[in-house]
């Protein structure tokens, strides 16, 4: 018993601080102009940090919580909780997982380039999001937040 809570302990200490080093590349994203009288840029690019660190700790917490109950797992990060190979444990990750990359990004390429013309001309002179922001938090952050606390917590309720 004493093990078990120790690996979901590591396991939390594992996601969390992933989550959290996605998070802290918010810092790299540019600030509005800030208005006369605003907060200093430094204050601003802290308090754009409060949210996503509250929620990626609560979904983090959620899903070590209640995911086991549900017969739900994080195949590569448990091993590495535990001391095992993650590589091995994401073996029967990769083709399914490659497939759906596949097919999401092609339908994520088709809609932007349909929806582009309804786009208001602001839109496309507003500065990207960096790219390595954009992979980052939605390759790892979202997954945490969406797929291992809140898809874990809906099912849990359900």
Sequence with gaps: ????????????ELLWLAGMAVVMTLGLLPLPLLLEGAPPAAVVRLLMLVQPTVLVSVAVLT?????HRLGLMAPGAEAL??????????????????VGGLISGGLLTAITLLSRPLLPPAYGAAEPTPLLVRFLYSGITEEILIRWGFMTLLLWLG
């Design 63 to 67: 899903g070590v919580l209640l995911a």
């Design 81 to 98: 909780a535990v001391g095992r190979s993650w590589r091995q444990a994401m073996v029967p990750q990769l083709l399914p997982g490659v």
């Design 1 to 12: 018993m004493v093990e078990h809570k120790n690996s979901r302990l590591q396991l939390f």
